[in-house]
């Protein structure tokens, strides 16, 4: 007979980063971060990227919904619809403005204590993500970003500070957000929130991204291990971007591609999870004639700081061909991306799969065998409000439903062991992506626009009362 049911202690909650949704950018000595430095952007207009902030342009993050002076308004929202935990980052900024002070700064501290405990009077588990797309931007500036094998020490230092002072408020950490975004190396979005890189002229971006990333991947496994001394206690993940990529059809070079392309984005995981570079990425290096250093004792660091469980995102899928229309082989890497034809896309053209996240749960643990935790998944929707001031976002309870139904099916038909789901921006926040305030997720409406306009008000739509009944039930009302 079939498993019946998610377990008993299931997490239920939502998740956000602090630059998404704190604002308070230059407040309580907090110094400049990766994401204070980007404009806002829309679909196919990326965000640009600054030289420091500078007069003239829109920085969205810097207020966003101000979370920063209303997080007891908004978390009593959260405890309302009956959160078992809270997803959330701490910004290294508020910690270490610029990234290489010698001692940390005690008001940044303090102000995710008093978060901390906010959340525990309401019995909400805090997650924490130590690095989430916000890394001081003077390491960027004088230290070249994670390209500069200094990075490591002012991350363990950065993590070791605060894992120490939130021993017994944290339980739930994850490193790196969505590590692997970065493989994509052409994609300067992507590289610079990941790992604070801007390219040079004539720079090789994938070496570079190579071995910023292995810097990363020693980084979190030293984490690893001085958190488990820290406090054994301690659930220390790694936080994935799983988009999988399906092969186009039957056709073997289809396959193979998916294939190629699959482990481009595995690397980072199967680094974090057993703890040596894989065969599969040594060749690759000696094929493209890359040289990554690393030595014998980081080696044993990987080893020994292997992850306990693993956080992951989930949106979508995507498709890989091995050829091109005419036949010829397809580039390498990637492949050639081509829509899926049974999938509707979003505005944003992020296609809709909820079969994915069950393909996802079941790929990532078989490989594994580690416990999952779904820390993203959701739909980027324009909301309305009506007259009546209601908010009836019927589509984004039918993308939810339909992912939490796959979910279930992993849980109950295929034995995953699966810890918990934080759908992404529980509460609407500023777009990673494309800095946009309207591209919404949340249960929680906020007013504000793309150009920074609104009075900040908090408002439940619909979905607001449908989640809180889905955690009341366990999922079993959907
Ligand atoms: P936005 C790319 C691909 C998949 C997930 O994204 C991604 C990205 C970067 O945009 O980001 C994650 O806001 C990320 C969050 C982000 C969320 O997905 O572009 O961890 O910070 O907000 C949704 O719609």
New binding site residues.
């Given amino acids: 007979m079939a498993k019946k049911g998610l377990p008993e202690n299931f997490l239920w909650g939502g ?1 956000v ?1 602090a630059h ?1 949704l704190e604002g308070g950018w230059d407040k309580g000595g907090k110094g400049i971060s990766i994401a204070d430095v980007m404009t806002a952007g829309r679909h196919g207009v990326p965000r640009k990227i600054t030289d420091g902030v500078q007069e003239g342009y829109y920085y969205p993050n810097h207020e966003a919904i101000d979370f920063y002076s209303r997080y007891k308004e908004d978390i009593k929202l959260f405890a309302e619809m009956g959160f078992k935990c809270f997803r959330t980052s701490i910004a290294w900024t508020r910690i270490f403005p610029n990234g290489d002070e010698d001692r940390p700064n005690e008001e940044g501290l303090k102000f995710y204590d008093d978060l901390f405990d906010e959340l525990l009077k309401y019995n909400i588990e805090p997650v924490i993500t130590l690095s ?2 916000e890394m001081p931007y003077h390491l960027v500036k004088h230290y070249g970003g994670f390209r500069n094998r200094k990075l490591i020490d002012f991350f363990v230092k950065y993590a070791e500070t605060v894992m120490k002072r939130y021993k017994d408020k944290v339980k739930y950490w994850m490193t790196f ?2 590590i692997n ?1 970065q493989a994509d190396a052409d994609n300067d ?2 590289v610079f ?1 990941n790992s604070g890189i801007l390219f040079k002229e004539g720079e090789n971006r994938e070496e570079t991204m190579f071995q910023a990333a292995v810097h990363e991947l020693i980084a979190s496994a030293k984490v690893v291990k001085l958190g488990h001394e820290i406090n054994p206690d301690f659930q220390i993940g790694c ?1 994935l ?1 799983f ?1 999988p990529l399906y092969p186009y059809s039957c056709d073997p070079d289809d396959v193979m591609k998916s294939v190629e392309a699959m482990r481009k984005r595995w690397f980072f995981g199967d680094v974090h999870v057993r703890g040596e570079i894989p065969a599969y990425a040594k060749a690759y290096w000696e094929n493209k004639g890359y040289r990554i250093e690393y030595t014998p004792e980081d080696e044993a660091i990987l080893k020994e700081g292997t992850v306990d469980y693993i956080g992951f ?1 989930y ?2 899928s995507a498709v890989v061909a091995g050829k091109n229309e005419d036949g010829s082989p397809a580039e390498e890497g990637y492949g050639r991306l081509v829509p899926n034809p049974h999938l509707k896309a979003n505005d ?1 053209g ?1 296609q809709i799969d909820p079969v994915g996240i069950r393909y996802a749960l079941n790929v990532l643990y078989e490989r594994y065998q580690k416990p999952l935790f779904i820390v ?1 998944n ?1 739909l ?1 929707a324009r909301d309305k409000v009506e007259e009546d001031g209601s908010i009836q976002d019927d589509y984004r309870i039918a993308y939810l439903r339909e992912h939490i139904k796959e979910m279930k099916k992993a849980v109950e038909l295929d034995g995953v062991d699966l810890i918990g789901y934080t759908p ?2 529980c509460i609407d ?6 800095g ?1 305030m309207e ?1 919404r ?1 949340g249960f929680i409406y906020v007013d504000k626009d793309n150009e920074g306009k609104g009075t900040l008000e908090r408002r439940k739509k619909k979905s607001f009362y449908w989640y809180k009944r889905v955690i009341e039930t366990n999922g079993e009302e959907l």
């Avoid at 926040?429 to 494309?434: D, E, I, P, R």
């Fill in positions: 998740a980063s998404q989430h797309f957000n969505e975004n979005f992507c929130t936080m971007a988009v995102s949106y979508t944003w992020w993203e959701g980027g992404w921006g926040l500023v777009s990673a992506g494309t946009e591209k997720y």
